[in-house]
């Protein structure tokens, strides 16, 4: 790893609470060796200034975009300061800096180009609820057709991709809660993808923003995305 450029984008709303544990748990394991970039998506609190007081980069976007218009800009400046490796990495304190090096193997040693973290590879690791459980599984099973590989945490935001998928998710990255549609896209383009087991936590700090009324039309527009994806052309 030490011959790649390796950048941790932190996608953040509102994570003032979470933020200064997320940003030392990597720099514990990995500083100096992989620069941290937190995208501030619009937040209402102190989120911009913490990452700046604590001297990581920090994207200050003029209004919140939602997660999807976070990572592309995260993904934009990756691919002009030509990292070889962009990492996702939540601001919320449930991802683990120490299972970084699974996410980064497989594509160091150029197996694939994007790996997803997966919280439900181990059995019984990651408890979430029925609501969510049931999106999850939904989206994987469909997905796992789509995509012809067992999908088993297609809503992971704990994810690695290298030059080439930053290159394509600068020019083309789906809104609001992009992650399972992500994967459609890269399937069409060709990219090769792979899941390894990771341990993640509870989050943090901060409040989800996925009620269970949200889980429900998250979950119909997301299919519906993905159906839109399966026939309109990639670049």
């Given at each position: 790893?030490?011959?790649?450029?390796?950048?941790?984008?932190?996608p953040a709303y509102n994570e003032e609470a979470s933020l200064p544990g997320v940003i030392r748990d990597i720099r514990e394991h990995f500083?100096?060796?992989?620069?941290?970039?937190?995208?501030n998506d619009g937040s209402r609190d102190q989120t911009s200034r913490i990452a700046k007081n604590v001297g990581v980069r920090v994207l200050d976007l003029p209004f919140n975009l939602g997660i999807g218009g976070a990572m592309q800009a995260?993904?934009?400046?990756?691919?002009?300061?030509?990292?070889?490796?962009?990492?996702?990495?939540d601001g919320d304190g449930q991802h683990i800096a120490s299972e970084i090096p699974a996410l980064l193997q497989p594509i160091i040693d150029e197996t694939v180009d994007?790996?997803?973290?997966s919280r439900f590879l181990t059995r019984g690791a990651y408890q979430s609820s029925a609501c969510r459980s049931f999106g999850i599984w939904i989206f994987s099973f469909i997905l796992s057709r789509i995509l012809g590989m067992t999908v088993t945490d297609s809503t992971s935001g704990f994810?690695?991709?290298n030059r080439d998928v930053v290159a394509f998710f600068s020019r083309m990255y789906p809104e609001d809660y992009p992650e399972p549609e992500a994967l459609v896209l890269l399937h069409k383009a060709g990219f090769r993808m792979q899941?390894?087991?990771?341990?993640?936590?509870?989050?943090?700090?901060?409040?989800?923003?996925?009620t269970a009324?949200?889980?429900?039309?998250?979950?119909?527009?997301v299919l519906l995305a993905i159906l839109i994806d399966?026939?309109?052309?990639?670049?």
């Amino acid at each position: 790893m030490h011959d790649m450029r390796v950048l941790i984008i932190i996608p953040a709303y509102n994570e003032e609470a979470s933020l200064p544990g997320v940003i030392r748990d990597i720099r514990e394991h990995f500083a100096p060796a992989i620069d941290i970039l937190v995208v501030n998506d619009g937040s209402r609190d102190q989120t911009s200034r913490i990452a700046k007081n604590v001297g990581v980069r920090v994207l200050d976007l003029p209004f919140n975009l939602g997660i999807g218009g976070a990572m592309q800009a995260g993904f934009q400046y990756a691919a002009i300061h030509r990292y070889d490796i962009a990492v996702q990495f939540d601001g919320d304190g449930q991802h683990i800096a120490s299972e970084i090096p699974a996410l980064l193997q497989p594509i160091i040693d150029e197996t694939v180009d994007m790996v997803i973290g997966s919280r439900f590879l181990t059995r019984g690791a990651y408890q979430s609820s029925a609501c969510r459980s049931f999106g999850i599984w939904i989206f994987s099973f469909i997905l796992s057709r789509i995509l012809g590989m067992t999908v088993t945490d297609s809503t992971s935001g704990f994810r690695a991709a290298n030059r080439d998928v930053v290159a394509f998710f600068s020019r083309m990255y789906p809104e609001d809660y992009p992650e399972p549609e992500a994967l459609v896209l890269l399937h069409k383009a060709g990219f090769r993808m792979q899941e390894v087991p990771v341990s993640m936590r509870e989050r943090t700090g901060g409040k989800s923003s996925i009620t269970a009324l949200r889980s429900v039309y998250y979950m119909t527009k997301v299919l519906l995305a993905i159906l839109i994806d399966l026939i309109k052309k990639v670049r």
